[in-house]
């Protein structure tokens, strides 16, 4: 039975979406998809060719096997941050670019561009910003580049952190900000929950989120930039959760958008240790640092094999003895933990 052109558009554009998206969770499978869409091998290699033959695929040979990549067009920028408008960049330069981009998929563009652009021209202490915005069928991606002091230098620097890769966790936490008089702390924290994904990097250190991916992470970078902070983020097409939705999810308040709930990996607190483990109250009262100012802050234990008595202690008990207001939650907990935490949790204050 013949297909309709409704259904080889669907194809087509499943297709493209599948390839796109197989950047940044794995290669692109001509078996998996055949099977996913009850169709042979055969028709999806002519429509792999047409798309080729149109110029919205690039094949690559590896050896016996060949890769898909989606084309992508490239637009650069560069601005003198003094007197920079971040409304007036988006709407007169970047989302002309973005004209058939779904309106759900265009909002969150609009609001971490400028969040991040915001972020370059009143912290970074630059001059300029380096713009690059790559566009193909499947996603809009950002690179914001500006040649200022670092990100996690001035947050170190701000809260007197003894290692710069501290400053990564406050970040994750959110409602953190070197300016409280200007800025309200959530720009980053949710341009990264908004975005499909999001990095940012400074002093050779990156910290990534996914919401695709559902990963948090943070890595050593050798960045090749002498100084400055390195922005990019993604956003695809088919992006169908409303900023509004995500707002929600870190309220306690139905009735508006307060910033009370957090999550937190836990793991972010000791980098390089694929394992790591938490024994000693200083790395406690590292993580608890703010979180007076949340109602319910989510620790997640992913990836965490135990935690030592001294460390739960300080959290689960003695924290939450000095702050009732602020709730804390263990998440994605192994039974060591869980038994760790009922230890403490039975002592008497």
Request: charged fraction near 25%.
């Amino acid at each position: 039975m013949a297909l309709s052109k409704q259904q080889r558009q669907a194809i087509v554009d499943s297709l493209v979406n599948e390839i796109g998206k197989a950047e940044f969770s794995g290669s692109f499978s001509v078996d998996r998809f055949s099977a996913s869409h009850g169709l042979s091998k055969q028709s999806i290699y002519r429509y792999l060719e047409s798309l080729e033959s149109e110029s919205k695929i690039k094949k690559i040979k590896k050896g016996r096997k060949n890769t898909y990549h989606l084309e992508s067009t490239t637009f650069q920028f560069k601005y003198t941050l003094a007197n920079l408008s971040e409304d007036i960049i988006w709407s007169r330069d970047i989302k002309p670019l973005l004209n058939d981009m779904p309106e759900i998929a265009m909002r969150v563009c609009n609001y971490a561009f400028c969040e991040m652009l915001n972020n370059a021209i009143d912290h970074s202490e630059g001059t300029a910003v380096n713009i690059t915005v790559l566009i193909n069928a499947c996603r809009a991606a950002f690179l914001l580049i500006d040649d200022g002091i670092g990100i996690f230098t001035k947050i170190a620097s701000a809260m007197q952190l003894e290692e710069k890769r501290f400053a990564i966790l406050e970040l994750a936490k959110g409602k953190f900000t070197t300016d409280p008089g200007s800025h309200t702390g959530e720009g980053i924290f949710f341009s990264a929950k908004t975005s499909d994904g999001f990095g940012i990097s400074s002093d050779d250190l990156v910290f990534t989120a996914s919401s695709f991916l559902e990963s948090e992470q943070l890595r050593d970078f050798k960045s090749p930039f002498q100084s400055g902070t390195v922005v990019a983020f993604i956003v695809f097409r088919d992006h169908s959760t409303p900023i509004s939705e995500v707002f929600e999810k870190y309220t306690q308040d139905p009735d508006d958008y307060g910033f009370t709930k957090t999550v937190v990996p836990v793991r972010l607190l000791e980098h390089g240790d694929p394992n790591p483990t938490f024994v000693s109250r200083s790395q406690a009262k590292r993580l608890l640092a703010r979180f007076d100012r949340f109602e319910r802050i989510e620790l997640d234990f992913s990836d965490v094999d135990e935690i030592g008595q001294g460390f739960a202690d300080e959290i689960f008990r003695v924290f939450q003895t000095q702050h009732p207001n602020s709730q804390i939650v263990a998440v994605n907990c192994n039974k060591h933990i869980e038994r760790m935490i009922k230890h403490v949790t039975r002592r008497k204050v």
